[in-house]
């Protein structure tokens, strides 16, 4: 029999460990693998119309002749993670059948991951109704039935709205997220392709880490 050790790389005090039924113990950490002492930074950033956090956030726009891109994009030195985005289509009456209180749109709002090398990945190529939205989400938050599941009232003004959370790790199985990569044109977009002016509120939010 011959003995073998996985230690670490600064003077081997560090042991991995093999339990009873043969499983190597490992930790899976919630962040990527740490190259700096202060470790990640909590990001929270609106999709805006210029990337930044001092761009316009108000999605309601008329798309329908120039489509106009709400995103978030690439930090200049760190890497960014985008976990979670915070939806919230909100408008009088609206039913999930409906954008806001509109008819269902006729283009959508796309939604696309486009990195620099590898080009543009279409997640959605046409968002038309809440439930569209909704689904995007894996149904979460889910509260409510009947006509009034996945709505909440009073969220603008009087209005209701439909708030639907897309986690990027549960619904497509990235650890930490949609990564965008330092010091490239990577971004995460929706695209309005249709006139919505006429609903309450959209905006959305994006959650994540930097490092």
Do not use: C
């Amino acid at each position: 029999m011959i003995n073998a050790n996985i230690v670490d790389g600064t003077g081997g005090v560090n042991r991995a460990k093999v339990g009873p039924e043969g499983a190597l113990y490992t930790v899976v950490h919630p962040h990527p693998p740490a190259l700096e002492e202060t470790g990640p930074i909590p990001f929270r950033q609106y999709f805006t119309d210029d990337g930044t956090m001092d761009g316009s956030n108000d999605m309601r726009v008329n798309g329908s002749s120039t489509e106009q891109s709400f995103y978030i994009k690439a930090d200049p030195e760190m890497d960014t993670y985008i976990g979670s985005a915070s939806v919230v289509i909100a408008d009088a009456g609206a039913t999930l059948n409906k954008f806001g209180n509109i008819s269902e749109l006729t283009n959508g709002v796309s939604f696309e991951w486009e990195t620099q090398d590898q080009g543009t990945v279409v997640i959605h190529e046409g968002l038309k109704t809440n439930f569209m939205f909704v689904r995007l989400a894996g149904g979460a938050p889910a509260f409510g039935d009947g006509t009034t599941a996945f709505r909440a009232a009073n969220v603008s003004g009087n209005s209701e709205a439909f708030l639907p959370m897309i986690d990027f790790s549960d619904i497509f199985g990235l650890p930490w997220g949609m990564r965008l990569r330092a010091g490239t044109d990577d971004k995460l977009k929706f695209t309005v392709r249709d006139n919505i002016t006429g609903i309450d509120e959209f905006d959305i939010i994006g959650y994540g880490i930097r490092f």
